[in-house]
């Protein structure tokens, strides 16, 4: 079946550095990939996605590429922030089964004062 | 302000008990999920609907039921067949099915069996 994966689970940056995430999927079918920060105790919240027919976005610190071919994605955070500490969540829906997302283990981001 | 509401937000249930969820939203989508989240094994989908009358299961069912007798409510009912219920579940919402939208999820319902 449909399958993503996230690595790594967790990471720990110094504040002011880059942090990656980076998923994999299986079915070549995905066509659209979005990106959910969670804190503790609440709901994920999108920060980020991307559609398959385009290689790269952004939006200020937080960037994402898609590698079609490959079947990778990735999160870019850059200048890392104490209050971006979190658990990053990627998924990437599968074309014509309901807008259901398959959802990453997720990353617990760490970032050090 | 539009946006999706859960309820309660911490419930504890009894052994062969049932109990329901609550997820209402007023952002007038078409598409709503349930997901289950543990720990270290990201969310998983329980049931999702795509339109008023009409549902589908998801991944892992077995234990749960739904109904969508309303556009903006899809309550998650835990039977007393779900045998590890405790869990942080999560109701989500997105305009349609078939678009590329992400999705608005509520705060979550942390279920504990006691």
């Known amino acids: 079946g449909e399958n993503v994966e996230q690595h790594p689970s967790t990471l720990s940056v110094q504040e002011g550095d880059s942090a990656v995430i980076k998923c994999t999927y299986s079915?070549?079918?995905?066509?659209?990939f979005p990106w959910y920060k969670q804190e503790l105790g609440k709901g994920p919240q999108l920060i980020i996605d991307i559609r398959s027919n385009v290689g790269e976005k952004k939006d200020q610190r937080i960037a994402v590429t898609l590698n079609k071919t490959a079947k990778h994605f990735s999160l870019h955070i850059t200048e890392t922030q104490p209050e971006d500490s979190a658990v990053y969540f990627c998924?990437?829906?599968?074309?014509?089964?309901?807008?259901?997302?398959?959802f990453g283990q997720g990353t617990e981001l760490s970032v050090k004062p | 302000d539009g946006g999706i509401t859960q309820s309660p937000k911490y419930l504890f249930r009894k052994e062969g008990q049932n109990v329901t969820l609550s997820c209402e939203q007023n952002l007038n989508h078409d598409a709503m999920y349930w997901y289950r989240q543990d720990p270290g094994q990201g969310l998983r989908l329980i049931y999702y609907s795509q339109i008023v009358n009409d549902f589908q299961k998801g991944d892992i069912a077995e234990g749960y039921s739904v109904s969508r007798e309303k556009k903006e409510s899809f309550p998650l009912t835990v039977t007393s067949a779900q045998k590890n219920p405790t869990a942080f579940y999560l109701c989500?919402?997105?305009?349609?099915?078939?678009?590329?939208?992400?999705?608005?999820f509520g705060s979550g319902t942390r279920l504990t069996v006691v």
């Open positions: 989500a919402s997105t305009k349609d099915g078939t678009s590329h939208y992400g999705y608005t």
């Open positions: 998924a990437a829906r599968i074309y014509n089964q309901g807008g259901k997302l398959i």
């Open positions: 079915d070549s079918a995905s066509n659209y």
